[in-house]
């Protein structure tokens, strides 16, 4: 009889659960559709806009660390290097955002320690087809942070790293050639890759920076291998007359020369250049002997309050702005616009 009793008060604590979970359940119905819509935004842009920028919030390592009581003072990986004096250690780091971070401008929330399923080594792929997206072989931090503005810390933190005794400089995630100018920031979407020689022979200390209004900002730390790519030099350059020497038409001469244009002219859609954003390379590269700048355009396009830049085109402008060249970004066939 006591065992009946018991069983029956089971059905009926089962039974006051189970009403307890239709009550939880029709509260949950009552959450605001606005914050549903926040929601799909913010998992739209961290699943489908930051990968775009080799920003992967979801990835870069499995195991979760625990956050330093006094707050993080460098980005420092793993590997250890000999150094040239006895008993000397050398590790890639640097100082970390979170130094620059003053009171109430951001948070940091978690850090992602590489996979244990990586390989000790970086990936045999060249500098030459490297990119700022997560290579699989090569272990990565992924530190990430609660920054309502991101633009201006950012900034700040580049003042930081940028030469001085870190010697960062920023680099074309798919070239490997340093930017020729430093990129105006904005707090609704932004993606950045840092490097510097490795103290691993053939490898570079690398940091990917990637934002967005409607997630988080993340800084990813490896050392793929790889070198920053340098233009070649001309050895005839400055010479004098009778030299082969690349006319020097200042570089906002050349943006104002592609901002004049139609996007038809540069296969583009639209009526006018504003809706689009010209970034250009460092160096020059020849094409059909002409020495030609690379340029780099990007649409705009929204996403929630704001917008993100997508790569619409790679052009090519002769030094003598004559000649304008399109390249497929996936063959890299070059093709000359008349």
Known sequence: MARKKKEKKGKNTEGEELQEGKKGKKKLLLIPLALIVVAAVAAAVVLLVLPRFGINLLGGGTDEEELPKK???????????????????????????DVILEEGEGTLLTIRKPDPAQKSEGSSDSASSSSAAV????????????????????????????GGEEQFELIDDETY??????????????????ARASVQDGHLFQLVIGWSEASTLTVRVSAPEGAIQRPEEDPNEGLGLG?????????????????????????LAGDSMDAYEIFPVEGFVKVDGLDCRRFNVYERRSSGDGYYPDLAVIIMLSSDQKHIYYMDPVSNAVTEMR
């Open 71 to 97: 707050g993080l003072e460098t980005y420092t990986l793993d590997t250890e290097v000999e150094g040239e004096e006895e008993g000397e250690v050398l590790v890639d780091s640097t100082i970390a955002l």
């Open 135 to 162: 290579d699989p072989g090569v272990p990565t931090y992924t530190y990430i942070y609660d920054v309502p503005a991101p633009a201006a810390v950012v900034d700040r933190y580049l003042d930081a790293v940028l």
């Open 177 to 194: 050639m340093p930017l020729e100018e430093r990129p105006a920031l904005a707090d609704e979407l932004g993606a950045l890759t840092l």
């Open 243 to 267: 030299s082969q020497v690349i006319e020097t038409i200042p570089l906002t001469e050349q943006i104002e020369k592609l901002k004049s244009l139609s996007p038809a002219q540069l296969g």
